[in-house]
């Protein structure tokens, strides 16, 4: 009775497979439990056993031998050995070489992030340029970007006006922008750099702000921005945290939220916090949130030991509440 009912069993859910094509009558079993069954052998295989044969010539080609001498297939080997040499690597460690030489040259000091979207007319353009001129002038260092559009551009503006050096790492097409250009619209050629691989630009940028000694004196400067500029941040950030940068010497790394920008954000880690994924008071530790650029000015004072007779900010009260625009889309 038990074997009829595991035969019933088994018979109704191979007419159950049947029906939706799911089926093998290879695989089906001819008895009930512990009853005979069909012997799966390679007769009863649904594809050319020929397909499974990888002869010793075709194994040392890298080819698998197929049923139809005509359909053969390439396989690992064959695909290395087809690809073309890739000449990035040589070409990325080059540029690399060119970005370190650059700041060699042009020397080391405050590295600001920030979107390229941010037009002119805006509070942020204006806050951004009064902050570079100040730290350029408050540390004696060169102003880096990333030589592009928006509060780049309002950095290399203050650092212009504070009449000190001035080094980017550029790129072809920034976000927001219609066309690409190698060429800078105003700077000198040999204050920047063109970069073609996004690594080798960001090394340039991390070279740029470490110290390689007490006299050193640089700054990340996080401004408003996007997608990239979060890349970058947050890269930053996590070379700080695997002392990657500032082991020996730290760096200042400075968020600056104005407006509230980034307070979603600061909301986000404090998340993570509670989640476990970031130990309580890490993310804190490795940057300095700043409001406005007097408190910027001051943590970076205090930092680099500023005697206080050499703190004479030329910066103006922020705009008022009524005065501030939310977004950075031009308004018609």
Known sequence: MEAAMASSVVGSRAEFGSRLGLARPWLRPTGGRGGPHTPLSFRHLPWPTSRLVRSRAARTRGVVAAANPHQ???????????EPERGSPVQVREEIARCYELVRRLGRGAVYLGSSRVPAAHPHYHQTAQLAA???KLLDCTTWTGA?????????????????PIGGFKIGKEAGEWTASNFHPYLPSETYLTCRFFSARKHGLVDAVVRNNSTDRTAIVALPGGIGTLDELFEIMALIQLERIGSALPVPFLLMNYDSYYSKLLEFLNDCEDWGTVSPGEVASLWKICSGNHEALEYLAQFYDVPTGERNYGISSPPSKEDRVPSYTVRR
């Open 72 to 82: 053969q297939q390439v396989g690992v080997e064959g695909i290395a050995a087809m």
């Open 148 to 164: 592009g559009p928006g509060l780049m551009d309002a950095a290399i503006q203050g650092a212009l006006e504070a009449g000190k």
């Open 134 to 136: 100040e730290i350029a």
